[in-house]
């Protein structure tokens, strides 16, 4: 077994914030395990790119390693073009996956996703390189992150970030407020 998580945040970085934990649930008719990323940069981040690699071990304690790519809604494989207000990204658990039989079949092997973003500072170009990790006990399942964008009363996008990382099981909430801005449109605002 592993001692030590392998990327441990050093006090995670003030510009970008990751979900403590990464959820598993439905995400256009498709499950999916999510994470949540946050800006709070002033300046947006541009080229905004999503990958991990997934560590495994194997027979006689190897470490087995594989790369794996996170989307973000309909975007596919192009990066996000502009990220300000916080963003889910997902990586499809089907048959395909190297998830799929650890999370979705029980595998018993240890594992730990290491999750990179990858991103451009707006005007200056700079590179921005962040990283995180999600262990098993760090995986929710069954659930959605609460919506962390909103309205105000003048039509202008909020964040919320209470909601940041907060995920909800698959009942719906009895709210009135539909957000559909990285979603499908059926989270609901509190």
């Not at 809604?73 to 502009?82: N, Y």
């Amino acid at each position: 077994a592993f001692v030590a998580k392998i990327a441990r945040p050093q006090k995670r970085a003030a510009a970008i914030q990751f979900s403590p934990q990464a959820v598993v649930g439905q995400h256009q008719g498709q499950t999916c395990l999510m994470i949540r990323v946050s800006n709070l940069m002033h300046q947006p981040l541009i080229h905004v790119k999503v990958s991990a690699v997934l560590y495994e071990e194997h027979e006689g304690q190897a470490l087995y390693q594989t790369s794996l790519d996170f989307y973000l809604d309909d975007l596919g494989q192009r990066p996000c073009p502009f990220f300000i207000f916080p963003l889910t990204f997902y990586h499809i658990l089907d048959r395909r996956s190297p998830l799929h039989p650890i999370l979705c079949e029980g595998t018993s092997s240890h594992f730990e996703l290491v999750v990179f973003l990858t991103a451009m500072q707006e005007g200056t170009g700079d590179s921005c390189q962040k990283r995180t990790s999600y262990l098993r006990q760090e995986i929710q399942f069954d659930r959605q992150f609460l919506p962390a964008l909103g309205l105000d009363a003048q039509g202008r996008y909020l964040v919320s970030t209470q909601h940041f990382d907060t995920a909800h099981s698959k009942e719906p909430l009895n709210k009135d407020c539909v957000v559909q801005i990285n979603g499908d449109g059926s989270d609901r605002m509190e």
